[in-house]
């Protein structure tokens, strides 16, 4: 059956067996007949059935023949500005962020100007795929801004199944930023989310970001539960790429649980299971994880070629940060050997490739303290400048002699655990009682004293101090909560006892009944903040003087609502390409309303309308200059936005109609004028003004519902 229409009706079919994980000999030969088909029609057909092919082919693990089908479709579809090659340029990019990431970046980046050649709307598939590959390559705040553009576009369009694919790419971000419990969340929903599209790839790595969470998390117990169970079912599925991760993740579960040898046995079987589907990243990470066990139980000697290993892959591959990490723990073997020499020729390689001004700070912590050792003053003195430099920068402040006091303590010798080499792990079972290793890492560069926030209050409220996100028992009571969110509001502005106490409790307030409660709360945001704070202490945050509180996070707090605003006068007085730049940062930082949880507080209505109409205002001037500069799809996808916080605005329709009527699509235009209708009828019990009927008569076309 080689007819258009029979051919569609394939495609679907073929198309949702795939997205529900189906598998087998059937699928394989239905598809085979189905290509074969497409074929005989030729023309973009043929090259779609490709397309589904190299996807079947990487979702098995074949990713080498998923390479030259995909090639083949670039082949018959490059250069037609359409879905189709925008799809393939995806699908290459991913196969490429296993051997080269900066290259997928490329590939994405390629896909991103074909579709805005074509005027269409960013793919949600592309937004989320570009996310991922900029997480890969550390850029975490673009793979943020990325993901959560498609997290809407798959919320919009009610798909389930994208929509749980981007909250674990979120986890991504999440695991390198050490938020484990929003993690955990993320992950939790997301197995929801695969469960009801029955969809047994996304269940397993749903099940497998779940384990990491919670093995971060030190809830371990429950991590090994759940590893085992997801390694049932990725197994009962034929889901060779998950199990592999799997495997690695159970390596972290025993090796936190001291059980060097299980650890190993794991992590080994990582290796191979990553080398079976072609994946060298995945074979990197589970070779350093050896390294790692072999190092802390002092077993140098094994360690380093395996490190050597790991971080030359690494480098093939571009992949900085696990590169970065690789290095570092190698310098820690160095230094375990008391070898200085080594550790700072290890650490010299990371200055060398990205600059003594711009590497982490541990690295710069770990040449300074070999500087110390050897006595050098004159480097002593450099360096010292330089983590001051970097201080500044971040905000951090830096104790210099504490991290080289620190520093030298971990390069005492340590006691050696004999483990089985790498070539008999194969055949080692996991010894009981298993075998332990010094918990305390090799590696003791200090973490130095900060409390860096982020502060999260445009569609949800959250509080991250550093990599943790403050939960409940953070805060200890909800009353502590509600006067937080009202002092961040007003951030760094003196506050009145008075003022908290008619917001908070009302207009007719007894303010000395509640007195004692307010300092409750109070107290509980002090240890919130600052978990180590002394009673009596003066809070680094917290300031109450002459009868005010004031709230002030420091300059390097991120707070959404503040750097939303910011954003806007930026976009005041700036060229139109800057201001498009500045109003989409804006727009896209708008992830909900304004405290949504505390929509019923009087004192949030008025900041939460205001917030909402800047944004909309905003939103309306972006679309009105994407059309200006004849980019009318993204100009209607901001105009959609708009509708989407207010369906009743005038604005936006009036944007819409003439940006839909420009391209030609009636029918379009003619759905957003129901909704228009529905919209007028339901808040104003009346129909909408003329002027957008008029809009709507081009072609001989009328709306439906008007005389």
Known sequence: MTDPEGLEERFVSLNARMLRGEGGAQLDEDLSVYIEDCRIAGGMLYARALQMQAGRYLFVGNHERARVTVDSVLALVEGSNTRIEIDAIVLKARLHLAVSVRTAIELYEHALDVAARAN????????LRYGEALATA????????????????????????????????????????????????????????????????????AMKFMCVALTRLQRLAEAYEVAQRAITFADLHHLP???????????????????????????????????????????????????????QAGDVQTAMPLFDEAISTFTRLDHERNRHDAIVLRAAASLQQQDVDAAETALRQLVDHQGLEWVGIDVVQGLLACAETRQNRREVARLRRILEQQRKHHHRTVDVDDVIRRFRAIVTPRTIVQLPSPDSLASEKSTTPPVTVDPTPVLNLPSTPSHRFTVRLLGTFSV??????????????????????????????????DELAIALWGDDVDVESILPTLQNGMSAIRTALEPDIKPRQPSTYLLFRDGTYTLDLGDDAEIDVQSFDRSLREALDVDEGEKIRLLRQATDLYGGDLLP???????????????????????????????????????????????DLDDTYEDAYEILFANLAAEGRYADAERIYDRCREAYQREYLTEPPGWMRTLLVRDGRTPRGTV
Not at 120 to 127: E, F, G, N, T
Not at 169 to 198: D, K, P
Not at 464 to 475: A, G, I, K, N, Y
């Open 464 to 497: 991250q101090r550093l990599d943790e996100v403050l939960t409940p028992e953070h805060w200890k009571r909800k009353k502590a909560r509600d006067i937080f969110k009202f002092l961040v509001t007003r951030h760094r502005r003196a506050v009145t006892v």
């Open 120 to 127: 269409m709307p960013v793919p949600a598939s592309l937004a």
């Open 597 to 643: 949880d505390d929509r019923f507080e009087a004192w949030t209505t008025s900041l939460r309308d205001e917030t909402k109409h800047r944004c909309i205002e905003a939103m309306t001037e972006l679309s009105e200059l994407y059309y200006a500069n004849g980019n009318i799809a993204a100009g209607t996808a901001v105009a959609r936005r708009i509708l």
């Open 241 to 295: 790429t998950v199990r592999a991760d799997l495997a690695g993740c159970l390596g972290d579960v025993y090796l936190r649980m001291n059980d060097a040898v299980s650890s190993l046995q794991q992590y080994y079987l990582c290796r191979t299971l990553y080398h079976n589907v072609g994946l060298p990243h995945g074979e990197a990470l589970a070779v350093m994880s050896m390294a790692h066990v072999y190092a």
């Open 138 to 205: 550390a850029r975490f705040r673009e793979a943020l801004l990325w993901l959560r553009q498609a997290e809407r576009a798959y919320e919009r369009q009610d798909d389930s199944q994208g929509l749980a694919l981007t909250l674990l790419r979120t986890t991504l971000v999440q695991v390198h930023t050490g938020a484990f419990e929003a993690m955990f969340e993320n992950a939790s929903e997301a197995l929801r989310l695969a469960e009801i599209a029955g969809n047994p790839s996304l269940t397993a790595n």
